[in-house]
Structures are given as structure tokens and as C-alpha cells.
């Protein structure tokens, strides 16, 4: 039995129901999955300048979202800068890394059981950093690092993602973040799937191959359709297939 740990961006109730059929059908090749819910709960209401004068907008219909980190330190709802491009520090990361890290903690270290990690939209990005600290840990010697826990992540399966622009401090493991590198290109050295849909118009094509550059042997998958994650057993079949080869 593996692991497979999926950082979304709705809530954990919401997202044991975002995709139903996906989640069986990983259980029934043999994957558990643990839902790992993000800390920073996301305000219904903000407060923003519209021709001088503050105004309270509505932040959509979502009850209880959560984030794994934010953009902005005045309105934790602000998502404006995330396809920006531009480095930035990406407010509570660190508490999203220290959920994880207590999670694979927990997880069993039996040779045979291995974990993965899957993200969708901001949750992917997120695997992106978490991919470093997997690739960093892996070839880390020291007995004692933070980055130990990690180590136990073996691939990794992004979808809908953008690259991590996050160039701010990660506490007690700053030293260590930078990727382990076994080639000239500065990529990171994960198994990698990332997935992406033609249509999607909130995180575009684009800025899935751009993540996918990232990673030292990416595999990718285009869906051909918008930001969500369809239920078509090729799909399932894809990813199935490519944790098996992972865990082999």
C-alpha cells in the first residue's frame, strides 16, 4: 500500500467530494490517499480602494476555503500576484511544510510502502516546492535533518500548476532548500507527472510546461479541457500507471 498525499486548495470536506471516482479508483490500485488540509483559512469578505474610497467585495461562494500560502500581507484574499511571475515570498509556507513534515512522519517507513504527492492549482505549486525539499532530503547524509522526512516523497503529480516564484526564508531549513542537482540544468531531481488541460483559462497551459521544466525527467498529460480535474478513466489509467512505475 502507498501513500499518496493531495494538497488542494478547497477545504478537506470539499475535497473528498471534488473527485469521487479518482479517489476510488487510486484506492483500488492499491493507494491510500490522506487529505491534508491547508491552514490558512481564506475571508469571504475584502476591503479594496476603488477610486479613492474603500470598498468590501465578496470573494466568491466558497465556504471555509483554505490556502497554503498567501500573496499579500493586507488581504489574505488577494490573488493577483500569482501568475505574475515575479519572485515573492509566499506568506505561511512554512506552516503548510510543517503539516506535511508531521504527516510523512507518520507515515509508515517499511521499505516496500513509499509516498507521493499530488496538488492541484495552488496545491501543485506547493508540490513544487515540496518536490525540492523530496530532492534535496534524498541525497541529504545527515542523520539528523530537518529534510529527513521528505526523502520518504518519491514522485510527484502536479495538476493545473504554476512554477513556485517563493524566493523568501523556510525557518529552521533555509540552509537546505535549494534543490539537490545531478546535472547542469539546476532541475529538480523528482519523478514527475504534470498535467493540464488546453482550455484552461484560469492557470494556462503555459505555465504547466514551465513547471514541468523544472523537473530533471517530467512526464506530461494534456486533458484538453478547463481548470478542473476530469473523471475519464484514460485520465485515472495515467496516473495509476505512473505511480505504479514509481513505486516498482
Known amino acids: 500500500m502507498g501513500h499518496v498525499l493531495l494538497t488542494f486548495q478547497p477545504t478537506l470536506s470539499s475535497v473528498s467530494s471534488y473527485f469521487p471516482t479518482f479517489r476510488r479508483k487510486l484506492n483500488h490500485a492499491g493507494y491510500e490517499c490522506v487529505y491534508l488540509d491547508a491552514p490558512h483559512l481564506l475571508p469571504m469578505m475584502s476591503t479594496v480602494k476603488i477610486d479613492g474610497k474603500e470598498v468590501q467585495i465578496t470573494n466568491g461562494e466558497r465556504k471555509n476555503a483554505k490556502a ?23 506568506i505561511g509556507l512554512c506552516a503548510s511544510i510543517q503539516r ?24 501543485a505549486t506547493f508540490c513544487h516546492v515540496l518536490s525540492k525539499l523530496a530532492s534535496t532530503g534524498k541525497h541529504n547524509n545527515d542523520p539528523d535533518s530537518d529534510l529527513n522526512p521528505f526523502a520518504k516523497i ?15 526564508s523556510l525557518e529552521n531549513i533555509t540552509t537546505k532548500t535549494t534543490a539537490h542537482n545531478n546535472n547542469k540544468n539546476n532541475l529538480i531531481d523528482l519523478r514527475s ?12 497551459k503555459s ?37 505504479d512505475s514509481c513505486s516498482a
Open 68 to 90: 497554503w500560502f498567501l500573496y499579500s500581507k493586507t488581504d489574505s484574499a488577494d490573488a493577483s500576484m500569482a501568475l505574475k511571475e515575479t519572485p515573492m515570498e509566499y
Open 100 to 123: 506535511v513534515k508531521e504527516c510523512l512522519m507518520r507515515c509508515n517507513n517499511n521499505h516496500n510502502n513509499f509516498c507521493a504527492i499530488l496538488g492541484f492549482s495552488q496545491g
Open 154 to 168: 518519491r514522485c510527484a503529480v502536479l495538476l493545473s500548476g504554476f512554477p513556485s516564484m517563493h524566493n523568501g
Open 193 to 204: 507527472l504534470h498535467i493540464f488541460g488546453e482550455k484552461d483559462t484560469s492557470v494556462p
Open 207 to 243: 505555465f504547466g510546461e514551465k513547471l514541468a521544466n523544472s523537473f530533471s525527467d517530467p512526464e506530461t498529460y494534456d486533458h484538453g479541457k478547463g481548470h478542473w480535474i476530469p473523471h475519464t478513466a484514460v485520465l485515472c489509467e495515467r496516473v495509476i500507471d505512473f505511480l
